[in-house]
T-cell receptor, first 110, second 115 residues
């Protein structure tokens, strides 16, 4: 079964501090992993995907197949990073539907 | 093109009534998805279209739910005999024909309240 777990519903850090949002997954094959973000009063949007190996808005995420994790990291948090973050998984082939975690609300304190 | 649009944005209905939602995807996106999101949870997959063909339906989609995508353009999601448990945000997403097929562009959602 496909499953995504985000253990923290809420995460609060100070501006300039490092931030890490945890994501663990369960999938029998080789999944595609994503982070989606939803800023206040905006729609859900893609932040980054593991196959791109890119840094977006200072965020990076490394797929660790051994630990089945895809944690999102940023070395220096900014106030504009405050948002709801969802980790999502898609299996190879098929409908490419997304399986989402329950989300982590990140708050950056000034 | 302003992105995926959904109408209505909000719908309040009484239990037992039927409701229909519409999703207009980004032009030329051939894949269209419906998700449902309840409070405190991430979106849950409901169904998926490639062009006009409905290729997958979740077990969450009971017989009261039906989705269509005539002519492979806009899509409608109908809920018959609504129940209070149907109260949720219904999200639509589309993805393009070319390029990485996994990037989905989401609409603003339709919030359904069943009283």
């Amino acid at each position: 079964a496909q499953r995504v777990t985000q253990p923290e519903k809420l995460l609060s850090v100070f501006k300039g501090a490092p931030v890490e949002l945890k994501c663990n997954y369960s999938y029998s094959g080789s999944p595609e992993l994503f982070w989606y973000v939803q800023y206040s009063r905006q729609r859900l949007q893609l932040l980054l995907r593991h196959i791109s190996r890119e840094s977006i808005k200072g965020f990076t995420a490394d797929l660790n197949k051994g630990e089945t994790s895809f944690h999102l990291k940023k070395p220096f948090a900014q106030e504009e990073d405050s948002a709801m973050y969802y980790c999502a998984l898609s299996g190879q082939g098929g409908a490419q539907k997304l399986v989402f975690g329950q989300g982590t609300r990140l708050t950056i304190n000034p | 093109d302003t992105g995926v649009s959904q109408n209505p944005r909000h719908k309040i209905t009484k239990r037992g009534q039927n409701v229909t939602f519409r999703c207009d995807p980004i032009s030329e996106h051939n894949r269209l998805y419906w998700y449902r999101q309840t409070l405190g949870q991430g979106p849950e997959f409901l169904t998926y279209f490639q062009n006009e063909a409905q290729l997958e339906k979740s077990r969450l989609l009971s017989d009261r739910f039906s989705a269509e995508r005539p002519k492979g353009s806009f899509s409608t999601l109908e809920i018959q005999r609504t129940e209070q448990g149907d109260s949720a945000m219904y999200l639509c997403a589309s993805s393009p024909r070319k390029g990485p097929s996994y990037e989905q562009y989401f609409g603003p959602g339709t919030r359904l309240t069943v009283t």
